[in-house]
Structure formats: structure tokens, C-alpha cells
């Protein structure tokens, strides 16, 4: 019973997540179809600002990374004219 709730609790965070070497084969010049193909779906999230469009996805960490209160990291594509001209891992500011 154990097993199960495991190989469920694991294929339920997997599901919604890109893994790591995905964002590895995004390079600049890339079209949006051409991004969505390598990371495998449309992005979590998406936003339009001055002409410039930028994606979010989520990329599951290599297992050797993984904690279990931090599996996966947040990741950006920008896109100028339908063109990739920037991506990276997102980072965010302390609030403190």
C-alpha cells in the first residue's frame, strides 16, 4: 500500500513538470512551437509587456537535486517578434 501512494505521489508531481535537460536544448531564435515541442506543452504561465512576450515553466530538478521541499525550479523563456531572445531560471527576490 505503501508502494502505491508512493508511485502516485511521484508520477503527480512528474506530471505537471518539465525536466531539467529540456531547457538545456532551448536557444535563442527558437519559435514559440519550437519551445513548446522541446519542453513538452505550453507554458504554466505567460505574460505580454512592450512587445515582448515571456513564458514560464516549471523544470524538474536531476533526482541527485531533489529534496522533498524542493523538487523542481522555475524557468523563463522571452520571446521578441516570435523569436526566443532570452531564457534562464527565474529567480526571486527575498522579501525580507
Known amino acids: 500500500m505503501k508502494r502505491s501512494a508512493a508511485l502516485v505521489l511521484i508520477a503527480f508531481f512528474a506530471a505537471g513538470c518539465v525536466h531539467g535537460s529540456s531547457m538545456d ?5 527558437m519559435t514559440h512551437e519550437q519551445v513548446s515541442a522541446v519542453m513538452g506543452g505550453p507554458p504554466d504561465l505567460t505574460t505580454n509587456t512592450a512587445g515582448r512576450e515571456c513564458a514560464r515553466y516549471t523544470v524538474l530538478k536531476d533526482f541527485w537535486s531533489r529534496v522533498p521541499w524542493d523538487m523542481s525550479d522555475p524557468y523563463y523563456v522571452c520571446y ?12 526571486v527576490a527575498n522579501p525580507s
Open 80 to 91: 521578441t517578434n516570435g523569436k526566443v531572445d532570452s531564457f534562464g531560471r527565474a529567480t
Open 25 to 29: 536544448q532551448v536557444h535563442a531564435g
